[in-house]
């Protein structure tokens, strides 16, 4: 297994060129290490690489990292979030990139002892297999959260379908960073919406070229 710090060097050269290619600074992109499946070990190998972004998809796999881990990274959530699961990791997780319906917003709104960093989860292609919301609900959606004040949406979400050339699926992206710049136009006071999460190990240049803030990694960065 080649090592993380030979495989981040190589990503964050392709994110250089990637936002060469879109005139935009790699300062601005935050890369993700997707750990759920690798162990504790090879997870603190990528931290002593550099990484400070952490992202695991369930409850378990989480809360075993974090017990070893805590507050040495940023953590992210970013698998389908059940309601009943919140509150085993609500207030040790800095973002959550799923927030895709009513009853896991007001659960988390409970259950947080802070405001919590939240993305949108928007179901960009419509594939029935994916969550999220779809796009013309998204803004509506939004909108109803405005009385939860543990609730802080910094961002929408996608998953892109995962096809053999990467081009087919910037205009997934795109439809994302139109939906997140009419957002960002309303100015609403608990939904700044800034941040774009998405492109994964086989297009995430792609996803940069097209206004991805934060990029979620696994296969490629740590196996």
């Known amino acids: 297994m080649v090592d993380v710090a030979t495989n981040l060097s190589n990503i ?21 290490a997707v750990t759920k499946y ?8 990528a931290i002593n690489a550099g990484i400070d972004n952490l992202g695991e998809n369930r409850n378990e796999g989480f809360l075993e990292k974090y017990n070893e881990i805590q507050n040495q990274v940023n953590w992210h959530f970013i698998g389908s979030l059940q309601s009943r699961k919140v509150k085993d990791i609500i207030n040790q997780v800095d973002f959550i990139h799923s927030l895709d319906r009513k009853s896991l917003a007001k659960e988390i709104n409970k259950r947080a002892t802070h405001p919590v960093n939240c993305f949108v989860q928007v179901n960009v292609s419509g594939e029935e297999s994916k969550h999220g919301i779809f796009p013309d609900e998204v803004i509506s959606f939004i909108k109803s959260l405005s009385g939860y004040e543990n609730i802080k949406i910094v961002g929408l979400m996608t998953m892109a379908p995962h ?12 439809k994302l960073r139109d939906l997140r710049d009419e957002i960002t136009k309303k100015e609403l006071p608990h939904a700044p919406c800034e941040w774009l999460s998405m492109g994964m190990s086989n297009d995430y240049h792609i996803a940069i070229e097209e206004g991805a803030t934060h990029v979620r990694i696994g296969s490629k960065l740590v196996g």
């Open 12 to 32: 964050q050269e392709n994110i250089r060129q990637a936002c060469a290619n879109a005139n935009r600074s790699p300062e601005d992109i935050r890369l993700i």
């Open 163 to 174: 096809v053999e050339d990467p081009e087919d699926v910037r205009s997934v992206f795109k």
């Open 38 to 45: 690798v162990t504790i070990e090879r997870t603190k190998e």
